[in-house]
């Protein structure tokens, strides 16, 4: 099939992952994937190894005509099967152009995000639902994250939930990597090293892991927090790591293009987010590395976290819950045996293949119903 991909950029983001790792492994499995992006952010551009074409649209506004117009020469010569856009604002432009070039490919769109964050965003999903009404397939990542957004009449012609997937091959736990990368970051056998992976952004909360490792400390738990990422809190980071007396016990490593030796250099993650979290890539990858997972309450955590088994949820802001539950991850025997339970809950619930797959059925099951339309012939070379 070819298959057009439309996003809103490719920054350092789960979506943006997400879509770049879809686009790669349907290539190797024999389809023609293209990719647009609306805004001049290529952070993850390297990443995009299978894709035919890739094109920014360079806007420079919310709803910029030039970069419409580029989409819709873009859909009118290729022609897709079908066109998959991420989130709301790819969705408008991936909606309007395809009108513009009066072309009936089928449109899917992937959602990534369960609560909005501001009285502005609301007041866009009025304008945007409409746009989610006319795609043919509306994806969610998890069901709760479905339940919520059908309550607020946001569904498309037919829904859809897909989990996101690791690749459990690539995520494989090695212990003499592991061993190395300690030694280099300076941790002892002993220290308790707990991992953040993600952008210090505030809806990721990284300062509330800071005040969990102090009191992990004050209970005499040799905790330390490794952050994999940088952002705009970076300097929240450090500044609280300083005011507690934690200074020396937090590393930031800055942005990291393989983030999986840092991952298992931990011996847990923990991830603090407060609202936007739906379906954490980041936490599925440390479970499938065996690292036990301590998750906030948000989206679809408890779909993926059965507490006691391969992590721990805690309230949304509640510290001391979260430092209670890493607490219980410095028990060496209690975090090995959950680790284990951590992989093996990734390779039966969600592996990349069987996210791969179910894309795949869907794309091919929406692809004959618009070549049986009668309104385009498939181009020339389309498989």
Not at 35 to 44: I, M, T
Not at 149 to 166: D, K, P
């Amino acid at each position: 099939m070819r298959l057009l991909f439309v996003t809103g950029s490719l920054v350092h983001g789960g979506a943006e992952r997400h879509t770049i790792t879809l686009a790669n492994r349907l290539a190797e499995r024999g389809h023609e994937c293209h990719l647009a992006y609306v805004k001049n952010d290529p952070s993850q551009l390297e990443r995009l190894q299978g894709a035919a074409g890739v094109r920014c649209l360079e806007a420079g506004s919310y709803l910029d005509g030039k970069a419409l117009e580029a989409l819709t020469v873009q859909i009118r010569n290729l022609r897709p099967a079908v066109v998959i856009a991420v989130n709301a604002s790819a969705l408008l432009y991936a909606r309007l152009a395809l009108r513009r070039a009066g072309v009936a490919a089928p449109l899917v769109v992937t959602w990534h995000t369960t609560l909005l964050r501001n009285a502005k965003e609301w007041l866009q999903m009025l304008y945007y639902r409409p746009f989610f009404w006319s795609a043919q397939r509306l994806v969610f990542v998890c069901e709760a994250q479905r339940r919520y957004w059908v309550r607020r009449l946001v569904t498309g012609r037919a829904n859809q939930v897909i989990y996101n997937g690791v690749d459990t091959g690539a995520f494989k736990f090695n212990s003499s990597e592991r061993v190395a990368l300690r030694r280099a970051l300076g941790y002892a056998e002993r220290d308790f090293v707990v991992g953040m992976s993600a952008v210090l952004r505030a809806e990721k909360n990284p300062v509330q892991l800071v005040s969990a490792i102090a009191r992990l400390r004050a209970w005499g738990i040799p905790a330390r927090a490794l952050f994999i990422g940088d952002g705009p809190l970076r300097a929240a980071v450090e500044a609280a790591a300083a005011r507690l007396g934690v200074a020396g016990e937090v590393t930031i490593t800055g942005l990291q293009q393989d983030v999986r030796p840092l991952l298992a250099a931990c011996d847990a993650v923990a991830l603090c987010s407060t609202a936007v979290e739906t379906f954490s890539i980041a936490a599925l990858e440390a479970l499938a590395l065996g690292r036990p997972v301590v998750h906030s309450a948000v989206g679809g955590a408890a779909e993926m976290i059965r507490p006691g088994t391969n992590g721990y949820l805690f309230p949304v802001h509640d510290g001391e819950a979260l430092a209670d539950r890493l607490a219980l991850l410095a028990d060496g025997e209690r975090r090995a045996r959950m680790g284990a339970n951590a992989r093996n809950s990734v390779a039966a619930r969600f592996s990349e293949r069987a996210m791969i797959d179910a894309y795949e059925r869907l794309f091919s099951e929406l692809e004959p119903a618009r070549s049986k339309s009668g309104n385009l012939r498939r181009p020339a070379g389309a498989h």
